[in-house]
């Protein structure tokens, strides 16, 4: 099992920038790869951003491109998304979750973190 703990959340103007971190412990040496989805208020979770876990190579919602990157430290068992030109849209909570194979699902999240983008 992996355990995933988010955190570089907050409260920011509109055009600023934020970045996450999710920590990853446990089981994080056979993870295929791990994303990032948020969540607003009355909707549904929606996937913002995905990285590899062996080779780094990522993709990203249409909503977020050119202005979000994912990245990760094998290493530190970390992965990171640098959210900047932040507009009040993006507000949201923001998950991190891990699988541990292309045909499979998201199976593990973190609690969260709150981004809040003022106008």
């Known amino acids: 099992q992996v355990q995933l703990v988010e955190s570089g959340g907050g409260l920011v103007q509109a055009g600023g920038s934020l970045r996450l971190t999710c920590a990853a412990s446990?089981?994080?040496?056979?993870?295929?790869?791990l994303g990032w989805f948020r969540q607003a208020p009355g909707k549904g979770r929606e996937f913002v951003a995905a990285v590899n876990w062996s080779d780094g190579s990522s993709n990203y919602a249409d909503s977020v491109k050119g202005r979000f990157t994912i990245s990760r430290d094998n290493a530190k068992n970390a992965v990171y998304l640098q959210m900047n030109s932040l507009k009040p849209e993006d507000t949201a909570v923001y998950f991190c979750?891990?699988?541990?194979?292309?045909?499979?699902?998201?199976?593990?999240w973190g609690q969260g973190t709150q981004v809040t983008v003022s106008s």
């Open positions: 979750g891990a699988r541990y194979a292309s045909n499979l699902g998201y199976g593990y």
């Open positions: 446990g089981r994080t040496f056979s993870m295929y790869g």
